[in-house]
């Protein structure tokens, strides 16, 4: 079975607004990371956040990350259309090792 | 700029043909990846390598196979296309502890076997 699970599976927002993603997960984790996915296109490494870590900011990306409740957050603030992709979080259980992918979460962002 | 480069971007075969996905990576990585990318399925692992000559089976190594004989190149074979095989196949490298920062994906395969 996956080790991340994403909610929501879909997600549809204006410009302008903020949208959060949430991704949970089973066992313990080394780090966990966020991927976005343009359509047809591969994966592009947003944010990395370590076990240790609670919360981690990269432009108008903000992460947290809850290990008591195996959970974590992506918020991306102030949207633009060209945030319209599919994101993914992924645990790194074996230090440095390979990863773990949940299911994604399609974002649209509305002009 | 640091680059994972999958040689073809679109590739159809025919049922039983052997078929190669060359992946290679410009970063001196020592990790390399194979996933398999379906609707409603997630990416899935295939096989990974953490150094020359030496591969881990992932998730799902089932009808396939791979070949890492230089450190910059990870090729997956598919000994007998099948049209279950019809997927987009995404190659991953990365640095191994401590200096490990996340994957650096290629553009993807999108591979049909009809």
């Known amino acids: 079975s996956q080790q991340g699970e994403e909610d929501p599976q879909a997600l549809s927002i204006q410009e302008g607004e903020n949208a959060t993603m949430n991704c949970s997960y089973k066992?313990?984790?080394?780090?966990l990371q966020w991927y976005r996915q343009n359509s047809g296109r591969g994966l592009v490494h947003l944010i990395l956040?370590?076990?240790?870590?609670r919360e981690k900011h990269s432009g108008r990306l903000r992460v947290t990350l809850d290990t008591s409740k195996k959970s974590s957050s992506l918020l991306i603030t102030a949207s633009r259309a060209a945030d319209t992709a599919s994101y993914f979080c992924?645990?790194?259980?074996?230090?440095?090792?390979?990863?773990?992918f949940g299911q994604g979460t399609e974002l649209s962002v509305k002009p | 700029d640091v680059k994972v480069t999958q040689s073809s971007r679109y590739l159809v075969k025919r049922t039983g043909e052997k078929v190669f996905l060359e992946c290679v990576q410009d970063?001196?990585?020592?990790?390399m990846f194979w996933y398999r990318q379906d609707p409603g399925l997630g990416l899935r692992l295939i096989y990974f390598?953490?150094?020359?000559?030496?591969?881990e089976k992932g998730d799902i190594p089932e009808g396939y196979s791979v070949s890492r004989e230089k450190k910059e190149r990870f090729s997956l074979i598919l000994e007998s296309a099948s049209t279950n095989q019809t997927s987009m196949y995404l190659c991953?490298?990365?640095?191994?502890?401590?200096?490990?920062?996340?994957?650096?994906f290629g553009s993807g395969t999108r591979l049909t076997v009809v």
């Open positions: 066992t313990s984790i080394n780090n």
């Open positions: 992924a645990t790194d259980v074996t230090q440095g090792g390979k990863l773990i």
């Open positions: 956040i370590r076990s240790n870590e």
């Open positions: 991953a490298s990365s640095l191994q502890s401590p200096g490990f920062n996340g994957y650096t």
């Open positions: 390598s953490y150094d020359v000559k030496m591969k």
């Open positions: 970063m001196d990585h020592e990790n």
